[in-house]
């Protein structure tokens, strides 16, 4: 602020008074003279004259009031602007590094807020999408900027000026674009004096483009223009957006993964694309290509399930279209999310009906696995029929296998016993049964099981999710009695009617590859060398006869004779699945396949069995555990309801309704939550309304509401109401993956806990043509007078051309002479005057 400062005289009298009484003081000096007469001669000395005049001097500046007057200019009253920020799910589009949304936070926090009374303006901030909110304009300048000053008391909004609500970040994540409904709801905020301009930034894409034009011209009736900053690539030719990718959060090793992708697509309607499922890098760049799938595109949201094999490690997926040129924008081209491997130890029970012996050599090694007790003596090793699968699986360190034989050398079935002396046989009770994920039933005949056995084994596989394999043999099959049971059941495929189906002949098998192998095919990495070692595949000394595959299973091997018969066929059972190898697999009936399918080893032989085990067991994390719990789907849409499920086992794994299930919802990511809410209605028996339909109050993120049982299902059960888009608060998103957490107490231990993802899933209008409407903005602009910018320094000189009131100037008074220098002056000429006076006897 620059002040003029000048100097004035100010005499406290006028000048005719003043002449006056000069007149007056010189006439009674002269008539002084005369009285007295002429002064002695030695009073008429110049330097006395010179102190007298100095003096006099003096005494006139000081009644002349010289005054120093500063004059400061009158303050600036900076014009009042609005911004309304398009916070539409349509501005998170945009090329290169920032959004449409990123780029006009950056040009009003460089350039829309400057604090300059000469170029700046009091700024009001609201968001618009689907409805009209305030901001703090803080929150959008520079980290190193000043706050801009806030809004007066008497300003153009005071009623909003107040602080606005924290809770309402910039972020563009609503639904829709209400232009012109935002401002016709801006307007009723403007109290007695309207604003100076208004600037919407935009890419124009708007739903109520029929009101528009009216609420332009209501403005242009108020003086208040409207001017607009478009953003986006108007020359775009479309765009591909994965909205999102529906894959479990944790999978077993080599398991075989469904992921269900959802592509939006505008602009490209009837073009070809490919669909990946790409592994990404540590800094999110895509890898090798676990899945592709050639898609035609079409207009609207379109789903398609993609197979992958989860590998072994933890990894970051991502789904992905490669951009097409001209797209408004390649962030949404893909969708990441993170899978874990699940290292829960994989427990097999193995049952082998073989009694053979074998003496192996091989080096020196303390307690081999398999060997019967201290069987190695100089290189030497007994091991039995069932060591060959046992020792290829714990090759694993995730793998657990025990072995469950026959008592003696007789093939005894009435006794059990377990390959390790110090273990029982088969488990003794349903809790020790469900412990393990799979059971492999090998040469084994009807007899080696209990019907309790039986029926634990069908409840295992069929409602928890466990695996069940039978293999070949002389007791295997019909030829071991299984006909008519709930094994025979279970089975991916019919049994023969008669009761000897073996067959010893030499069998050559031949794996089915109708374009995509089964995962337990899957023995070598490079494609074409897993093949050609398919090919070589050793022959078997004989094989169970097996009927029809049953509806739903898949053969997976045949004979290689003609007419072909099926040698390997699987299904999926209830939540397990069930296998049938109908050849022997000990060393007796699949000698070269155990010791030499392999670079002069076994390795392919112990990849197929791990592989096999793999298979078996991807759905069987709910065996073992005693709380179970799922949901109708997997993909909701708003305004749905997810049923929620579960059940509880005891210790001894009976059902029990005993214990108190809590429930809580999380966000998958929570970096993406603003909000304290959740996008779910609260339930019933939590205070506030419940909602059914999707329009209560909503269930705030990790508050625990508990589960009904429901005796007459064996279960607890409620029923989560998603809400519709129109009726959620700002801050809360529709389109996300949720945690459901559910934890059992008995009383108020915690006995087990289990979560599930679910995802919801939104089709916006708004994002069904995400291309800008630059001539909407243009319009605005023109009917309600106002310009269209297109820069940062079109905001700028903007903001400096709107008119500016400056108050009346302040001018400030200070007597020149009122120093101490000159105060101090008049009275040493005075002092030096009296003092020579006395000196020449004057006084």
Partial sequence: MSVHTTLRWAPPYSASLVLGAVVAAVLVFLVLRWRVGRPADHSRRWVLWALRGMTLAAVALVLLNPVRVAESPGPVERPNVVYLLDSSQSMALGKGGDSRFDQVLKVIGEHGLT???????????????????????????PSTATPAAST?????????????????????????????????????RFGQAPPQAVVVFSDGRARDPERIDPM?????KMSVPVHVY????????????????VAPAQVRKHARVAAQVFVRSFGYKDRAAELKIVALDPSDKPGAVLSRMPVTLRDGLAGYTLAFSSGDEDRRIAARIDPFPGEATERNNQFATDMAIDRTKIRVLYLEGATDRFVESRARRENAPGATGAGIFGGLATKGAYSSLQEALMEDPDIECTAVLPAGVSADFSVLRSSDENSRGMPETASELFAYDAII?????????SDEHIAWIEDWIGHRGGGLCMAGGPYGFASGR??????????????????????????????????????????????????????????????????????????????????????????PFGRGRTLAIATGITRRYANDFTQRWGENDARYYKKFWRNVVYWLTENSSNGRRRLVAETDKRL????????????TFDENAAPTLSYRIAVSIEPKNAAEVTANDSPLCRPAGLPGEPSESGSGPLLPWGEEFELSPRSAEGGYATTLAIANAKSVPPGVVLTQALRIELTAYENNTQVDSTELEVQVLDDPSEQQNPLPDHPLLHRVAKLSGGTVLHSPNDLSSLLKSLPRVIGPSEIKVVPAWSRWWLLILVVSLLTIEWVWRRRLGLA
């Fill in 230 to 245: 478009p953003v986006g690539e108007a020359e775009a030719g479309g765009d591909v957006a994965i909205v999102s990718m």
């Fill in 441 to 449: 039933l090998s040469n084994v005949p009807r007899e080696a099981l």
């Fill in 152 to 188: 007066t008391p008497g300003s153009v909004l005071a009623a909003v000026a107040t602080p606005p609500p924290p809770e309402i970040p910039p972020a563009a994540t609503d639904s829709d674009t209400l232009l012109a409904a935002s401002l016709e709801g801006l307007a009723g």
């Fill in 115 to 141: 604090t300059d009374p000469n170029t700046g303006a009091n700024v009001s901030i609201f968001r618009f999408g689907d409805r009209l909110a305030a901001i703090d304009p803080k929150i959008l300048l």
């Fill in 636 to 647: 909701y849409r708003p305004g749905e309801p997810i049923v929620l499920k579960a059940r």
């Fill in 216 to 220: 332009a011209r209501s403005y242009q």
């Fill in 482 to 571: 299984w006909n008519g049971t709930p094994v025979a059941k279970m089975l991916p495929v019919d049994l023969m009617p008669v009761e000897r189906d073996w067959d010893d002949a030499v069998t050559s098998v031949r794996p089915i590859d109708s374009g995509t192998l089964h995962p337990f095919w899957h023995i070598a990495a490079d494609d074409l060398h897993n093949r050609a070692l398919l090919k070589k595949l050793p022959d078997f000394q004989g094989h169970n006869k097996l009927g029809q595959p049953k509806a739903g299973a898949e053969t997976e091997a045949t004979t290689t004779d003609e007419p072909t018969a099926p040698l390997i066929v699987s299904q």
